[in-house]
Each structure stands twice: as C-alpha cells, then as structure tokens.
C-alpha cells in the first residue's frame, strides 16, 4: 500500500511488543514520526533504534497506560519533540494468570476437588480481573484522554486493538475476553462522541497470532502447536497463525484519511476467516 503518512506524529503504546513494535514500523515507513510508549523502556528503545537505522524519525517514551500523571508526561514529551498528536494506536494489553482457568468447562467433579493446580471460575482473583480489565479498558481510556484532547483541535485519527475474544469469548479467559469487548464498545462510542471534532475512532481485532504472551500455551517444547493451538488452526479457514506484517494494511488503511475519511466506528477483523467459521 502506498500510503504517505509525511508530517504527520503517530504515538503507539505497547510498543515494546512483537505486535505493537511492527505497527510502529509500518507507520513510519509510511512517513509518520512514530513515538514507542511502552512500560518496559529498553524494548521500545531498541525498535525505535531500528526505525532510525532505518531511515525513519522514531523516539521511545516510558510510560505506565495506567497511570494519567505518567500518560500526561508522555504526551508533553512527544508534542516537545514531534508536535501534537495525529494517530494514537492504544496497542497496550494483555492477559494475567489469575484472570485465567485452568478447564474450558467447570464439572460437578470440580466443586469437591481440592486440587490447588485446578482452578475454577469461583477461585478467579478478583485483582486478577482487575488488572486484567484495567489494561485494556482502562489503558485504552486513559491514554485516549492523554493525547486526544490535542486532536480535538485539529482532528485526528485513533485506532484501538480489540480481539476475537470481544466477538466470540474464548474458553478459561474470562477476565481477557470482557475487557477486550469492552474495548470494541469503547471504540463504537468514541466514534460518536468525538465525530463533531474530526476525529476517526477505529480498532483493529486480530485473530491468532504467534507473540511472546502466548508462545508457551501454543507451542510445545518441541516446536509442535500445542493442544489449544490446534483447534484454534482447526477453526481458522486459513489454516495458519496471523504474522505481525498482516496486520500492516489495515493499520494503513485506517490511519489515512484519504483511504478511510468515511470509516468510524468500525472493528475490523484481521483473522484468516476465523469470525466467519462456524465450524461446519
């Protein structure tokens, strides 16, 4: 796709992810200056390292999604160096054990059981939930509040990561799942509420993809995908993994305004027909 993103700032979180680092990559060779938020500062740092070798304008940034103080010095930080925002990518998120089961489905076995490795939806940590719902909903907001406040002046574009799980629940992850279909209803309500100031609000949802949170559940030890890795392949028509490159075109598409300037609101799949299957 040719897309010329030139003079414009573009700032993605979690950029110090496999997912999230490829976006910011993709937008700059596009042309955008890239700010790389992420929690975990020497990662962000090599991929903006990478940009630049590459012959882009890129800068890493430390900042906790979850904390507004810190969002608010990371959005000072960019309009000192790049100029206001143009393009937020929320691409923050993640799962947490103790938001997880440990079974797909809950058995009358299960109640009298007191097997401490097996752990039920009534033995979910509710801090677990939380922080797990705080992630993605509420890192998704807070850095909205940051760094769209700027875009409201002069109009902008924002693009959220959802998931499947926000389209059809995954099993044992209840607390990913919620959040991540909170952040689809968020990006729809944005939409809305920001369509008088000429900002677009979007996400993209990728299907399954291969990334350093999820390696050891999809992979055994021995290379071969693992248990859940095959029924996720089973139900994917395209029979494969998403890479991180195939989330590129949609980014673009959503980040011009040439291509997209009638697209708000929208959740885009990015799955190998996985939302489309039913199975049979």
């Known amino acids: 796709m040719k897309v010329d993103l030139s003079g414009k700032t573009a700032v993605v979180t979690g950029a110090g992810g496999i997912l999230c680092s490829v976006m910011a990559k993709t937008l700059a060779r596009a042309g955008a200056k890239v700010a790389l938020l992420d929690l975990a500062l020497p990662r962000a740092r090599q991929f903006a390292d990478e940009i630049n070798a590459d012959g882009g304008t890129a800068i890493a940034i430390e900042a906790n999604v979850l904390d507004p103080a810190s969002l608010k010095a990371a959005a000072e930080a960019v309009e000192a160096q790049f100029g206001p925002c143009d393009i937020l990518v929320n691409g923050a998120g993640g ?115 291969l990334t350093a949170q999820n390696h050891a559940l999809l992979v055994n030890p021995d290379g071969t995908p693992s248990a859940r890795a095959r029924k996720i392949l089973a139900h994917t028509p395209m029979e494969r993994f998403g890479t991180p490159d195939d989330l590129s075109g949609a980014l673009l598409f959503l980040a011009d305004d040439s291509a997209s300037a009638f697209i708000n609101g929208v959740v885009l799949p990015v799955d190998g027909a996985f939302s489309a299957y039913s199975g049979v």
Do not use: C
């Open 95 to 209: 799962n947490n054990p103790k938001g997880t089961t440990s079974k797909e489905y809950l058995e009358a076995a299960d109640l009298e059981a007191a097997d401490p490795d097996t752990k039920t939806f009534f033995d979910l940590d509710p801090n677990g939930i939380a922080f797990v719902f705080g992630l993605n909903f509420n890192g998704t907001l807070l850095t909205t509040q940051a760094f769209a406040k700027s875009m409201a002046r002069r109009g902008g574009t924002i693009i959220n990561i959802s998931s499947m799980n926000a389209f059809t629940p995954l099993t044992k992850i209840p607390a990913y799942s919620a959040a991540k279909a909170a952040v689809s209803n968020f990006t729809r309500w944005l939409a809305v509420h920001f369509s008088k100031v000429g900002i677009r609000v979007n996400a993209i949802a990728p299907g399954f993809f």
